[in-house]
């Protein structure tokens, strides 16, 4: 098995930076360099579904080049996680054991020897790393009950830290999985310090200042161990491909047309009678109307009623842009201009298609739909439609749902 450091002192890119570019072939963002795919140093293809991340390792081969990289830039990061943990070839699950009983917090955790002091009380240093320190212990702590509320452990006599980091590590990706060990064997920090700093337990300057404080760096090195942290949080920053709107849609089409969910397959186009429909707008306005006198909810348009994505290109606006302005200009003039308040809209990419998210907040007061060539109505959500009130039982409906509380 190849550990980080092992695989640092061999790692290097032959590089013309004036060759390189970066090609899209299919869903991923590709480098090349020439006529040819640039290749890690094991010859796996740089490539990825996230353009970020492939600006980022590309303008770091330029930026750098050099042959031999000495940092966890992001060209050296991507090669470790594709030659060597994506490979089945996980250092760390091969040494699990030494790694735990070689890390001073586990030792702090699962033992009597609660009095770790790196430094003397007569150090300049003392009142800072013990400072550092209680309060990385109660970070610590906070990571162990957030765990045990994720996971499902067996109650024994064993303590349970151990079997803890080992779940918690499992369930990384791989790219969080090689900062991990990129920086346990650059920095020498075993497993738990990079774990809670890759999972948001602890911020990147607390890291090296707990570094410092168990004497495992020294405070010279602080501003090259920070810029290493920066360097590892960018390059997972800019791995991310799905957005939390993304996430957010997925998991909406997922549930389901509720109450609060709807899908509509376009605004505008009639795919039956291949045109432009104001009918098919007014489906549109009447839900997000229902929404907003009701308790809230979110219309998905380009998402067909099976779930699959139609896509708002079909709506065969010119650019996006032009439909979101379509989109606002419908939504002022029939349902009012007070009412954006209470309306977020995003456009995702979904299956190389553009859904458009509208979430609509529960509204202050009553939307009447006033769409021209169409009667005034007042709707409200019934289940998973969105059904018209006539005059009496609206003027009901009004009294109860926006009287002042």
């Not at 899209?24 to 963002?29: A, G, I, L, P, V």
């Not at 955790?109 to 003392?126: G, I, R, S, V, Y």
Request: proline share 4%; glycine share 6%.
């Amino acid at each position: 098995m190849t550990t980080f450091a092992e695989y640092l002192g061999n790692a290097g890119f032959e590089i013309y930076p004036e060759l390189l570019d970066i090609i899209k072939r299919d869903k991923k963002y590709q480098v090349f360099q020439g006529i040819s795919p640039l290749l890690t140093p094991l010859g796996n293809e740089i490539s990825h579904e996230s353009e970020r991340l492939i600006q980022l390792i590309i303008t770091d081969l330029i930026f750098q080049g050099v042959e031999k990289n000495t940092t966890l830039s992001a060209p050296i990061l991507y090669s470790f996680q594709k030659d060597v943990i994506e490979t089945g070839a996980d250092p760390f699950e091969s040494g699990w054991e030494i790694l735990l009983n070689s890390d001073p917090v586990v030792i702090i955790k699962t033992t009597e020897k609660n009095n770790f002091q790196p430094f003397q009380p007569d150090d300049k240093l003392f009142s800072f790393a013990f400072i550092t320190l209680s309060a990385l212990i109660k970070s610590i702590n906070n990571f162990v009950g957030t765990a045990m509320s994720e996971v499902d452990l067996q109650d024994t006599d064993t303590h349970p830290f151990p079997e803890l980091l080992k779940l918690t590590y499992n369930r990384l990706t791989a790219a969080q999985k090689a900062v991990v060990q990129a920086l346990s064997g650059k920095h020498h920090a075993a497993l738990v310090l990079p774990l809670v700093l890759v999972t948001g337990t602890i911020g990147p300057i607390e890291y090296v200042k707990c570094l410092m404080s168990m004497q495992i760096q020294p405070e010279t090195e602080y501003d090259s161990l920070l810029m290493d942290v920066v360097r590892v949080m960018d390059y997972l920053q800019c791995g991310q491909v799905k957005s939390d709107a993304g996430e957010q849609v997925t998991m909406l089409i997922h549930k389901g047309e509720t109450d609060a969910i709807e899908f509509k397959s376009t605004l505008r186009w009639d795919i039956r009678a291949g045109k432009t429909n104001q009918a098919v707008e007014r489906a549109c306005l009447k839900t997000i109307s229902a929404f907003l006198n009701s308790d809230g909810g979110t219309l998905l348009i380009g998402v067909r009623d099976d779930g699959s994505i139609e896509g708002v290109e079909s709506d065969k606006f010119v650019n996006e842009d032009k439909f979101l302005l379509h989109l606002w200009t419908l939504i002022r003039t029939c349902l009012g201009r007070d009412v954006s308040r209470y309306i977020r809209t995003h456009l995702e990419k979904m299956e190389e298609k553009t859904v458009c998210m509208v979430h609509c907040l529960r509204s202050n007061r009553p939307v009447f739909l006033r769409q021209p060539g169409f009667n005034e109505e007042f709707f409200i959500r019934v289940g998973p439609s969105s059904n018209a009130m006539d005059i009496s039982e609206a003027l009901k409906y009004i009294a109860d749902h926006f009287a002042e509380k």
